[in-house]
C-alpha cells in the first residue's frame, strides 16, 4: 500500500518537472514527432512558478485525488490497518483485562491451535461446511436456474419466489430453521409424525450426529435462490443458436445441457462459487441466533470460535490468531479468483 | 440420399392472441440432390420455413416429408438434417475437432476411430486440418465458417440446411465461399435448403431458387427463369441487380399512356399478351435492357441523365423524363461518357419489356425470348 502511494507520488512529481522544468537550450523530441519549444526554457521565473502550479492542478493524479483519497484513506486503516493489529495482537500473549503488551512477539497462539482438539474440530467443521454448503447450493442452484430458463409459466413469480430468502435477515431465518427443526412441535417433526414417519423424527438441532447437516440444508435454502440468479443470468447470455445447434447435432436434453450449456456456465460457477464459499466461512450470525456461543463440537466453526474465546473467555490474542486463520482461508478463497480475473483482463 | 417435400406448410405464430401467419401455405419440392435457394426479404418466413424443416419451429399445418417418411413430429435430434447458423453457432469451449465430433458422438454409433477418420476427411476437404485443435474464439471469422460448414459435412445428413451462412464474411470472401460451397455441394450431391436475402446468391448458387414474399410463394424456378420471365411484379423487382424499373400505365388499345411517355406496341407484342388483361398495367423493363440510342424513333425517348454510379465496364444512370420527378436507372456502356445533367436519347426494345397488371402484380406479358436472345443473356447478365 505504502509502496503504491509512493510510486504514484513520484509519477506526480516527475510529470510536474516535465511540465515545468525544462531548461536546458537544445530541442527535445516529443513523442507526437515535434519537438519542444526552446522558449519553455527561458521564460521567467515567475511565469515558471505559475506553470508548476497548472501542471501540478491539471495532473489527472491529483485531480482525480477527492474521489480515490478518501475512500483509501478510509479502508486503509479500517480495513487494512485493523487486519495487520489484529496481526500483532495474535503475536502477544495478551488476555483477560489490562493492556497487550508490544514487548515481546511470538508464535505461541498458533503453535496452541494444534495441540487444541476445539480448534481442530471447529476448522474441520467449518471446511465441511464451506464443501457442503458450496457444492449443495450450486447444484441446487443451476438445477432450479435451468427449469426456469426453460420458459415456464411466471418464470418472473418463481424467480422471485426463490430469491425471497436471500432477503431476509439471517437472525430472522435462524429464528425459523430453529421453529422448523424444534423436536417437540417443529415444522419437520409434526409432518413426519403426520404421516406416520416417526422414525424420523429426530432432534435435528440437538443430536449431534444431524446438527450440521441440518445447518448446511437451512443454509442451502437460504442461497440458492442467489445461486440461480447468478447462473439464470449465464444461462441468458448464452445464444439460442447453441441450444439448437446441440439439437440438430443430435443431442438430448440432458447432453445438451451436460455437454453444451454446463461447461459454458464456468464464469457463473466461478463467481457464485467465492461468494458462496466466503459467507461459509463467516456463517456466523446464522449459528449465533441458532445456538449461542457453546453450539457443541459437531457444530462449531471458525468464525464462533473466535467470538468465543476473545470476547467470551477474553483470550485475546488466541481469538485473533483464530481470526488471522480465518483471514487466511478467506484470502486462499478469493485470491486465486481475483489471479483468475486479473489474467482474463477483466481487473 | 433423398428428396424433401414441404406439403402445404403453414405456421402461426400466437402473439398475444392475435394470429400472425408466418408461412402461409407453402409447397415446394427439393429433388435429390438439389441445391434449392430459398430468397425474400426480411421477415417473408423464409428462415421461420427452413427451422420448420429442422424442427426448431413446429408446423401449424401440412407435412413434411424426407422421402416418404412424413418428419414434422420427429424431434430435431432424430431427422438427420445438419445445419449451418447465420451466427455458426459453434461451441466456444470446444476445440474445432471437438465441435466435428460432437454430432458424430450424438447422433451415430460410430466408434472412436470412424469418428476421427470422418472428421479427418471432412477437415481435409474443407482445408482445415491445421485448425483441428483450436478454439473457434482464435479463429477468423472465415475460418469459423469452414468449421460450422465441417461440422455440417462430418453428418452426412440426409439434407443440408443453410441459415444465411455468408451474410458475417466481407464481401470478396463471400463471394469466394460463394463458388466453394457450391462445387462442394455438387461433389457431396446432399440435398440442400438454403436461405439467403441476398439475389446475387440466390441467382449464382441455386440450382432452383423459391421467392417468397410475406409467408407465400411467389415463384419456384430456375435462376433463369426466375430473371426472364418473373411470375410478378415482385419478383420482377427482387430479382436482378440493379432493380428492374416499373412504370404506371394505362393500355389505349396498341398504346401505354405513361407520365411523360406514350409507348406504343408493335402488333406481335400485342398478341402475346394475356388474355383477359385490364388496362391498368406496370410497364417494367430491366436496366440492362434499356438501350441508348442515337436519334429519336419508336420507343425512343429523350431523358436527362441525374446520377451517374459508375462501375468500372458499366455505368448505372439514372434517367429523368423532362419534367417528371421520378427517376429510372439504365446499364449502360463503360466507355460512353455521360454526365449529370448530359440529355440521352434511350429507347425500350418491345422484345424486352414486361407488363404486370397493376392490381393483383401478376405478369400479363413476359419479355419474348428465343433460344439465341437467351443465350446471349445468359453471357452478359449472369
Given at each position: 500500500m505504502l509502496r503504491l502511494i509512493r510510486s504514484l507520488v513520484e509519477r506526480a512529481?516527475?510529470?510536474?518537472?516535465?511540465?515545468?522544468?525544462?531548461?536546458?537550450?537544445?530541442?527535445?523530441?516529443?513523442?507526437?514527432?515535434?519537438?519542444?519549444?526552446?522558449?519553455?526554457?527561458?521564460?521567467?521565473?515567475?511565469?515558471?512558478?505559475?506553470?508548476?502550479?497548472r501542471t501540478a492542478t491539471e495532473g489527472e493524479f491529483l485531480r482525480s485525488a477527492v474521489f480515490w483519497l478518501p475512500p483509501l484513506l478510509l479502508t486503509g486503516l479500517f480495513v487494512y490497518g485493523a487486519i495487520g493489529w489484529n496481526v500483532v495482537i495474535s503475536l502477544t500473549d495478551w488476555n483477560g483485562l489490562g493492556d497487550p503488551e508490544y514487548a515481546s512477539f511470538d508464535v505461541e497462539m498458533y503453535a496452541r491451535m494444534l495441540s487444541d482438539a476445539t480448534f481442530l474440530a471447529a476448522a474441520r467443521n467449518t471446511v465441511a461446511l464451506l464443501v457442503a454448503f458450496t457444492v449443495v447450493t450450486l447444484l441446487l442452484g443451476l438445477f432450479l436456474a435451468i427449469l426456469v430458463d426453460r420458459g415456464i409459466r411466471f418464470e418472473g413469480v418463481f424467480r422471485t419466489v426463490y430469491l425471497l430468502p436471500m432477503s431476509l435477515s439471517f437472525v430472522v431465518t435462524a429464528i425459523f430453521w430453529a421453529w422448523v427443526y424444534n423436536f417437540e412441535n417443529g415444522l419437520l417433526n409434526e409432518?413426519?409424525?403426520?404421516?406416520?414417519?416417526?422414525?424420523?423424527?429426530?432432534?435435528?438441532?440437538?443430536?449431534?450426529?444431524?446438527?450440521?447437516?441440518?445447518?448446511?440444508?437451512?443454509?442451502?435454502?437460504?442461497?440458492?435462490?442467489?445461486?440461480?440468479?447468478?447462473?439464470?443470468?449465464?444461462?441468458?447470455?448464452?445464444?439460442?443458436?447453441?441450444?439448437?445447434?446441440?439439437?440438430?447435432?443430435?443431442?438430448?436434453?440432458?447432453?445438451?445441457?451436460?455437454?453444451?450449456?454446463?461447461?459454458?456456465?464456468?464464469?457463473?460457477?466461478?463467481?457464485?462459487?467465492?461468494?458462496?464459499?466466503?459467507?461459509?466461512?463467516?456463517?456466523?450470525?446464522?449459528?449465533?441466533?441458532?445456538?449461542?456461543?457453546?453450539?457443541?463440537?459437531?457444530?462449531?466453526?471458525?468464525?464462533?470460535?473466535?467470538?468465543?474465546?476473545?470476547?467470551?473467555?477474553?483470550?485475546?490474542?488466541?481469538?485473533?490468531?483464530?481470526?488471522?486463520?480465518?483471514?487466511?482461508?478467506?484470502?486462499?478463497?478469493?485470491?486465486?479468483?481475483?489471479?483468475?480475473?486479473?489474467?482474463?483482463?477483466?481487473? | 440420399m433423398s428428396s424433401l417435400t414441404l406439403d402445404h406448410v403453414t405456421k402461426i405464430y400466437d402473439d398475444d392472441g392475435e394470429d400472425v401467419v408466418a408461412v402461409d401455405d407453402v409447397s415446394l419440392e427439393i429433388r435429390d440432390g438439389e441445391f434449392l435457394v430459398l430468397v425474400g426479404p426480411s421477415g417473408c418466413g423464409k428462415s421461420t420455413t427452413l427451422r420448420m424443416v429442422a424442427g426448431l419451429e413446429s408446423v401449424t399445418s401440412g407435412e413434411i416429408r424426407l422421402g416418404e417418411t412424413a418428419i414434422d413430429d420427429r424431434k430435431p435430434q432424430d431427422r438427420n438434417i445438419a445445419m449451418v447458423f447465420q451466427s455458426y453457432a459453434l461451441y466456444p469451449h470446444m476445440t474445432v475437432r471437438e465441435n466435428m465430433r460432437f454430432g458424430?458422438?450424438?447422433?451415430?454409433?460410430?466408434?472412436?476411430?470412424?469418428?476421427?477418420?470422418?472428421?479427418?476427411?471432412?477437415?481435409?476437404?474443407?482445408?482445415?486440418?491445421?485448425?483441428?485443435?483450436?478454439?473457434?474464439?482464435?479463429?477468423?471469422?472465415?475460418?469459423?465458417?469452414?468449421?460450422?460448414?465441417?461440422?455440417?459435412?462430418?453428418?452426412?445428413?440426409?439434407?443440408?440446411?443453410?441459415?444465411?451462412?455468408?451474410?458475417?464474411?466481407?464481401?470478396?470472401?463471400?463471394?469466394?465461399?460463394?463458388?466453394?460451397?457450391?462445387?462442394?455441394?455438387?461433389?457431396?450431391?446432399?440435398?440442400?435448403?438454403?436461405?439467403?436475402?441476398?439475389?446475387?446468391?440466390?441467382?449464382?448458387?441455386?440450382?432452383?431458387?423459391?421467392?417468397?414474399?410475406?409467408?407465400?410463394?411467389?415463384?419456384?424456378?430456375?435462376?433463369?427463369?426466375?430473371?426472364?420471365?418473373?411470375?410478378?411484379?415482385?419478383?420482377?423487382?427482387?430479382?436482378?441487380?440493379?432493380?428492374?424499373?416499373?412504370?404506371?400505365?394505362?393500355?389505349?388499345?396498341?398504346?401505354?399512356?405513361?407520365?411523360?411517355?406514350?409507348?406504343?406496341?408493335?402488333?406481335?407484342?400485342?398478341?402475346?399478351?394475356?388474355?383477359g388483361a385490364g388496362d391498368d398495367l406496370t410497364l417494367s423493363v430491366r436496366p440492362e435492357a434499356i438501350a441508348v440510342a442515337d436519334g429519336p424513333g419508336e420507343r425512343r425517348f429523350e431523358t436527362t441523365v441525374d446520377v451517374v454510379e459508375p462501375m468500372g465496364d458499366e455505368n448505372n444512370v439514372y434517367l429523368q423524363f423532362p419534367g417528371i420527378d421520378g427517376t429510372f436507372v439504365a446499364v449502360v456502356d463503360g466507355y460512353e461518357r455521360v454526365e449529370r445533367g448530359d440529355t440521352v436519347t434511350v429507347e425500350f426494345p418491345a422484345d424486352r419489356i414486361h407488363l404486370f397488371d397493376r392490381a393483383t402484380g401478376e405478369a400479363v406479358l413476359d419479355r419474348s425470348l428465343t433460344r439465341e436472345t437467351a443465350e446471349t443473356e445468359t453471357g452478359r447478365t449472369i
Open positions: 512529481r516527475r510529470e510536474r518537472q516535465q511540465g515545468g522544468h525544462r531548461q536546458d537550450g537544445e530541442d527535445r523530441v516529443r513523442t507526437d514527432g515535434g519537438t519542444v519549444d526552446p522558449a519553455v526554457g527561458s521564460r521567467s521565473r515567475g511565469e515558471r512558478a505559475a506553470a508548476t502550479v409432518l413426519f409424525r403426520a404421516v406416520g414417519a416417526n422414525f424420523l423424527v429426530q432432534g435435528w438441532i440437538s443430536d449431534p450426529q444431524f446438527k450440521l447437516a441440518a445447518v448446511v440444508f437451512a443454509l442451502v435454502w437460504q442461497f440458492s435462490g442467489y445461486a440461480m440468479v447468478v447462473y439464470l443470468a449465464g444461462l441468458q447470455s448464452i445464444p439460442t443458436d447453441q441450444f439448437e445447434a446441440a439439437r440438430v447435432d443430435g443431442a438430448g436434453t440432458v447432453k445438451l445441457y451436460l455437454r453444451v450449456i454446463i461447461p459454458q456456465l464456468r464464469a457463473s460457477t466461478t463467481s457464485a462459487a467465492v461468494v458462496l464459499m466466503v459467507f461459509a466461512l463467516k456463517a456466523f450470525d446464522f449459528l449465533f441466533v441458532l445456538f449461542g456461543t457453546n453450539l457443541g463440537k459437531s457444530v462449531d466453526i471458525l468464525a464462533v470460535m473466535m467470538y468465543r474465546e476473545a470476547f467470551g473467555s477474553g483470550n485475546w490474542a488466541y481469538g485473533s490468531a483464530i481470526a488471522t486463520v480465518l483471514f487466511l482461508m478467506a484470502l486462499s478463497v478469493i485470491g486465486p479468483y481475483l489471479y483468475y480475473q486479473y489474467r482474463r483482463g477483466d481487473l | 458424430l458422438e450424438e447422433s451415430t454409433d460410430l466408434g472412436d476411430d470412424g469418428i476421427d477418420d470422418r472428421v479427418e476427411d471432412s477437415a481435409g476437404l474443407l482445408g482445415i486440418t491445421e485448425l483441428l485443435e483450436r478454439r473457434p474464439e482464435e479463429l477468423s471469422g472465415g475460418q469459423q465458417q469452414r468449421v460450422a460448414l465441417g461440422r455440417a459435412i462430418v453428418r452426412d445428413p440426409e439434407v443440408f440446411l443453410m441459415d444465411e451462412p455468408l451474410s458475417n464474411l466481407d464481401a470478396k470472401l463471400r463471394s469466394q465461399m460463394r463458388t466453394e460451397l457450391q462445387r462442394l455441394q455438387e461433389d457431396l450431391d446432399v440435398t440442400t435448403m438454403y436461405v439467403t436475402h441476398d439475389q446475387t446468391e440466390a441467382m449464382t448458387m441455386g440450382d432452383r431458387i423459391a421467392i417468397l414474399d410475406g409467408g407465400r410463394l411467389q415463384q419456384v424456378g430456375t435462376p433463369l427463369e426466375c430473371y426472364h420471365e418473373p411470375a410478378n411484379q415482385f419478383v420482377a423487382g427482387f430479382i436482378g441487380e440493379p432493380s428492374m424499373n416499373f412504370f404506371p400505365v394505362e393500355r389505349d388499345g396498341d398504346v401505354l399512356r405513361g407520365d411523360g411517355f406514350d409507348y406504343p406496341l408493335p402488333p406481335e407484342v400485342v398478341d402475346r399478351i394475356a388474355a
